[in-house]
């Protein structure tokens, strides 16, 4: 059964430093893994989706890598900003048959940017 | 465009009742997931379903959970007889494609709070 784990469940700094959520998981048969975000009241939004055979992809001030062998992915987040406070979650596609499509979300990072 | 939608936003009930929660995926997309979210835990998977075909209900808890999409749009997921650990967020997401090798990222709506009291 595939586990997902982050680390820290919870993490402050200040405003202006760069920053990496870490995210592992046991089973590397994977087809991609994405990046969430999470507020409170509000859905989850995609931030970032690697394909198993890349190794990061980049939007703005974030960037994603992806380790499979090791089972690790990185969320860096340059410049933090206050907006950028939320839960970040990822989450892991497994290679499978045709109709398994599930995600598996680990327990996310409750990140908070002190101004 | 409009994102997915789910209703109601807040739902309060009593043990032993029924309930049905919405969703409304965003227009033309094939795949719909329905997750549970405790408090503090991520998503968890419960089922989804391609069209109107349910492909996978291995996340189901047991059997007074069902998931419905008559007509491959909107869906249902109702719990009958709900029991206090029911209570959690129930979130829909929906995907534009179908099918193993699918890049479709998953799009979430805000979810359902239930409180089973």
């Known amino acids: 059964k595939q586990e997902v784990t982050q680390i820290p469940a919870a993490l402050s700094v200040p405003e202006g430093e760069n920053l990496v959520l870490n995210c592992s998981f046991t089973?590397?048969?994977?087809?991609?893994l994405q990046w969430f975000r999470q507020d409170p009241g509000k859905g989850l939004t995609s931030l970032l989706l690697?394909?198993?055979?890349?190794r990061e992809q980049t939007s703005g001030r974030l960037n994603a890598s992806l380790d499979k062998s090791s089972g690790r992915s990185t969320l860096y987040i340059a410049a933090s900003q206050p907006g950028d406070s939320a839960t970040y979650l990822c989450?892991?596609?497994?290679?499978?048959?045709?109709?398994?499509?599930?995600?598996?979300f680990g327990t996310g990072t409750r990140l908070t940017i002190i101004p | 465009g409009a994102g997915v939608s789910q209703s109601p936003r807040y739902k309060v009930t009593k043990r032993g009742q029924d309930v049905a929660l919405r969703c409304d995926p965003i227009?033309?997309?094939?795949?719909l997931y329905w997750y549970r979210q405790a408090l503090g835990q991520g998503p968890e998977f419960l089922t989804y379903?391609?069209?109107?075909?349910?492909?996978?209900k291995s996340g189901l808890p047991n059997d007074r959970f069902s998931a419905e999409r008559p007509e491959g749009s909107i869906s249902t997921l109702t719990i009958q007889r709900t029991e206090q650990r029911d209570s959690a967020m129930y979130r829909c997401?929906?995907?534009?494609?179908?099918?193993?090798?699918?890049?479709?990222?998953?799009?979430f709506g805000p979810g359902t709070r239930l409180l089973v009291l």
């Open positions: 997401a929906s995907s534009p494609l179908a099918g193993a090798g699918a890049l479709g990222t998953q799009y």
């Open positions: 089973d590397s048969a994977i087809y991609n």
């Open positions: 690697i394909q198993s055979s890349q």
């Open positions: 989450a892991v596609r497994l290679i499978s048959n045709f109709g398994n499509e599930k995600l598996t």
């Open positions: 227009s033309g997309h094939v795949s």
């Open positions: 379903f391609n069209y109107e075909a349910q492909q996978d």
